[in-house]
């Protein structure tokens, strides 16, 4: 994996190694059971439970490699209030339809269940970064070209 760090907020950051916990004690334990059950059904070349709870022990490796990646090499850290768009910060904007939508501009990783996400990577984001109140921001999507005007921005608090 490439050492590219990711920007978490605190709260992120705790998710994610309760997530990591988790996987690590409970979920390792209950993969093993599952392993060893279906493992005393006989024959492993036609024992699909077998094949199954081998997949998910993948799947599950696999995640917990990614979040001792994500863990070790982010980016922790509370966001300053510059009146700014930057990673870390809420901006309330208007489209051009007259909607307003307010976004947490950050890595997926901070993920905040009931609010949008605006990653820097994506077009929105992206385009939304360094912005101030009051200025209008142009960004163009796979369904054409939008304009939203930036109405607030504040920092993210949990």
Do not use: C, W
């Amino acid at each position: 994996m490439a050492d590219q760090t990711t920007f978490l907020t605190p709260a992120a950051l705790k998710k994610l190694q309760d997530e990591l916990e988790e996987l690590t004690t409970d979920g390792r334990r209950e993969i093993e059971e599952r392993i060893a059950e279906a493992r005393s059904h006989g024959d492993l070349r036609e024992n699909a439970d077998y094949d199954a709870a081998k997949n998910d022990q993948g799947l599950m490796e696999a995640r917990i490699r990614k979040l001792e990646h994500l863990i070790n090499t982010a980016e922790v850290r509370e966001v300053a209030d510059t009146g700014k768009v930057e990673i870390g910060t809420v901006v309330t904007v208007i489209d051009s339809d007259g909607d307003e939508m307010e976004y947490f501009v950050a890595p997926q990783e901070n993920k905040v269940a009931g609010m949008l996400l605006a990653s820097p990577t994506s077009p929105l984001g992206a385009a939304l970064l360094g912005a101030s109140e009051g200025d209008e921001v142009d960004y163009e999507a796979p369904a054409g070209t939008f304009t939203v005007k930036v109405v607030s921005v504040r920092p993210y608090e949990d």
